[in-house]
């Protein structure tokens, strides 16, 4: 008689593999403060399963809309929007008018969709350059991208830098994290198993006893291991001809 195994237990949506989404704090982004100049920071919370810190920010006229928070801003601190606004740590400004060489964060992609990028701890973006195309942005990973000139950022870095670099001293602090995201900690190798539990248990000597690399459309049972991979192992030098 057959098993599941930990891929397809995790599928059927157990209650053990739910992450507690009722806790979190939605994030509405910028389309709130459209039609609005001005704005203040009502309070600074802690979101579960978020490193970076939330801006409760009280638009003057509107609502409540949560962002990251930017390193620098306080409890009172009134905030601008606008494309004509200073340049300024906590201001919303659009990309076509920032100063180049100015650290945003909580960047859109494209025009009104509330901010998706660089909106993790300590990550920011740097404004390259204006060209024809759109504004040119340095982002976080390095690589550089033009985005429309309309898009909406906000001004700073967001706060938490650092956090990764404290190392977990305990197991338990360290699954109470994977458990607000909603992740299956600690992870067994399926060498380490037997035959019955993954493909690649069984056996005296802890290997696979098979290549582990399986397609994208694989079924549920045999999906582990290195999943469409193009390439497995250090790339072999090739001499120049």
């Not at 490193?51 to 920010?57: I, K, N, Y």
């Not at 990309?95 to 960047?107: A, R, V």
């Not at 993954?198 to 079924?219: F, L």
Request: charged share 20%; with cysteine; proline share 6%.
């Amino acid at each position: 008689m057959g098993k599941n195994i930990l891929v397809q237990r995790r599928g059927r949506g157990y209650f053990i593999f739910k992450a507690p989404t009722h806790r979190r704090i939605h994030s509405v982004g910028y389309n709130s403060v459209d039609g609005h100049s001005s704005g203040y920071v009502q309070d600074l919370l802690h979101e579960m399963a978020r490193g970076a810190p939330l801006a409760l920010l009280k638009v003057e006229g509107a609502g409540e809309i949560y962002v990251p928070a930017p390193e620098g801003i306080a409890v009172g601190q009134k905030l601008l929007f606008g494309s004509e606004v200073p340049a300024e740590i906590g201001n919303i400004k659009t990309l076509g008018k920032m100063p180049e060489g100015t650290m945003i964060c909580n960047i859109e992609l494209r025009h009104g969709d509330g901010g998706t990028m660089a909106r993790s701890s300590g990550s920011f973006a740097t404004v390259v350059s204006h060209t024809p195309i759109g504004t040119e942005l340095r982002m976080p990973s390095g690589k550089t991208i033009h985005v429309n000139d309309n898009c909406r950022a906000m001004i700073g870095v967001v706060a938490g830098a650092g956090r990764t670099e404290k190392p977990f001293m305990k197991a338990g602090p360290r699954w109470f994290l994977q458990r607000a995201r909603g992740r299956k900690w600690p992870v067994v190798k399926g060498q380490a198993m037997i035959a019955a539990s993954h493909p690649h248990g069984g056996g005296r000597h802890k290997h696979a006893g098979k290549p582990t690399t399986v397609g994208r459309w694989t079924s549920p049972g045999r999906k582990v291991g290195n999943i469409a991979a193009r390439q497995t192992g250090r790339a072999k030098r090739r001499s120049a001809r």
